[in-house]
């Protein structure tokens, strides 16, 4: 993991994501704070298979659980590759999508690997924050530049 860490932090901070690699967990990390709920993401790389696993920080409640896997449903159907879920175990919304190493890694492709979780809740986080939510930002007082 230690090979590709470097290149898949770049790719985040271009973005404006925070990363940072633990070489003894072999663990990439990243982090996009939100006034709609932040975003975190793990790579790993197990045989040749980097895995990015993307969560959308708002607990899922029962009650929100179906509306949001209606609403996930639609979104799967985008191109672009990739299944956003709810975790049964943490009630979070999880982005996973997988990319082979063999297809190389100084690619454009690899580039937006790096990225696609964070693109895919980024573009969606205002709706779904509300959806589980029912409030439109964490910090009500946040000045959200509506024109």
């Not at 590759?81 to 996973?96: E, H, P, Q, T, V």
């Amino acid at each position: 993991m230690e090979r590709y860490a470097k290149r898949i932090i770049r790719n985040l901070q271009n973005q404006i994501i925070k990363g940072t690699y633990n070489p003894k967990e072999g663990l990439v990390y990243g982090l996009s704070d939100s006034p709609f709920g932040n975003i975190y993401c793990i790579y790993r790389l197990e045989k040749d298979i980097l895995t990015s696993f993307t969560l959308f920080e708002p607990e899922v409640s029962d009650k929100a659980e179906k509306k949001i896997l209606t609403y996930l449903e639609g979104l799967n159907k985008e191109p672009g590759g990739g299944c956003l879920y709810i975790d049964n175990i943490l009630s979070r919304i999880i982005f996973a999508v997988n990319y082979e190493i063999s297809r190389g890694t100084d690619t454009p492709a690899f580039d937006s690997f790096c990225t696609l979780g964070f693109y895919r809740f980024k573009k969606n986080r205002q709706i779904l924050y509300w959806m589980i939510t029912g409030n439109m930002a964490k910090n009500l007082d946040v000045k959200l530049n509506w024109k």
